[in-house]
């Protein structure tokens, strides 16, 4: 059985000069049926993030957080990032085959690189059939 999805891409990206950021953000947020957080060091050292977008995805629980550059989160590991209020998300990171520690997509090349894609869009259309059950 085959099931298409529609994807329509939302960041930060599109808010006009002048607009109120986070007016934009919530908005974006509320009309979300996923959420999509590329996890990296950088990511989780803004404060609106972890203050205002996390919790707001977190309270909805319909997001994927999949780590794209391993390293210190604030002080936070890589396998504690339920710290920051990520406990309550799905932490997709890919595994390998032959390998005992999952890799953030950076540590991941080529071959590998590709089957954390593919690992990763499989993981999103899983939960969106999820959601749109429950």
């Known amino acids: 059985m085959r099931h298409d999805h529609e994807i329509n891409h939302w ?8 607009e109120c950021r986070r007016d934009e953000i919530a908005a974006a947020i509320e009309a979300s049926d996923f959420g999509l957080l590329c996890i990296t060091p950088a990511y ?6 972890t203050e205002v977008e996390l ?10 957080a999949v780590v794209l550059e391993a390293g210190d989160f604030n002080g936070v590991g890589i396998n504690d990032l339920h710290r920051t209020g990520i406990r309550d998300l799905d932490v997709f990171r890919y595994r390998p085959s032959g390998t005992s520690e999952p890799r953030a997509l950076a540590d991941c090349a080529g071959a590998s690189a590709s089957q954390f894609c593919d690992a990763l869009v499989a993981r999103m259309a899983e939960q969106l059939r999820t959601n749109a059950l429950g």
Do not use: K
């Open 11 to 18: 960041h930060d990206r599109r808010i006009v000069a002048g």
């Open 55 to 64: 919790p707001a995805l977190l309270e909805r629980g319909v997001a994927i």
């Open 44 to 49: 989780l050292a803004s404060r609106h993030v």
